[in-house]
């Protein structure tokens, strides 16, 4: 479950590198995920994902917990006035718009969906901290099946750079390499596991 090269990500065809662009890649990571069958779309896993629930490690939730904690007492996670950012969703062009199968602005957890298509998947996320977008891709290739999670990051502050340096070990020691876990279990659960029992 590594953290893979900017290169390796732009190579890839996503609507998001040209839709962000001006917006700093932060990281990426990726997980190579068994292919009990071909044509699996990474919509097709996100609906199978919403009927189970994400089980966090201890360690994350405790570091999550910390963050809120934290987060409420400087106010943080409250969104700035909106006439001082602009949402994400107001690049999408009409194509995006009847491609994307989920509307703009649903929530999704603590994100709000920019689009979804078939294979890929924009969330946004905006606070006192940041403005942060989510990209989640699936690429089928011939054995296997790879799962791309990367991050983009532009400053709402001076705040911004101290505040994502100070978290980055966190996220990169503990809190990704967890989420990457918990993708793999979702996808065996939803379709290797599934095989297994139909064999």
Known sequence: ??????????????????FLAGVPLHDVWAVDLPRPRAGITLNEFLQAETN?????????????NIRFFV???????QEP???????FATRLTPADRSSSLAPAGTREGFFRIVYRFQNEQLLELIN?????????????MENTYRFYFAVYV?????????????IDPFRKL???????????????QAFVDVMTVAD
């Open 1 to 18: 479950m590594p953290q893979v090269s900017a290169q390796e990500f732009h190579r890839l065809p996503l609507r998001v590198h040209r």
């Open 52 to 64: 189970r629930p994400h089980s966090l490690s201890p360690v994350v939730r405790m570091l999550l």
């Open 71 to 77: 987060g409420r007492i400087f106010g943080w996670d």
């Open 81 to 87: 006035n909106s006439s001082s950012w602009e949402t």
């Open 128 to 140: 006192q901290t940041a403005h942060a977008a989510a990209v989640s891709a699936l690429v089928e």
């Open 154 to 166: 532009r400053d709402v502050s001076p705040f911004t750079p101290v505040y994502m340096a100070a």
């Open 174 to 188: 503990v809190v990704y390499p967890s989420l990457l876990r918990s993708v793999r279990t979702g996808w065996n």
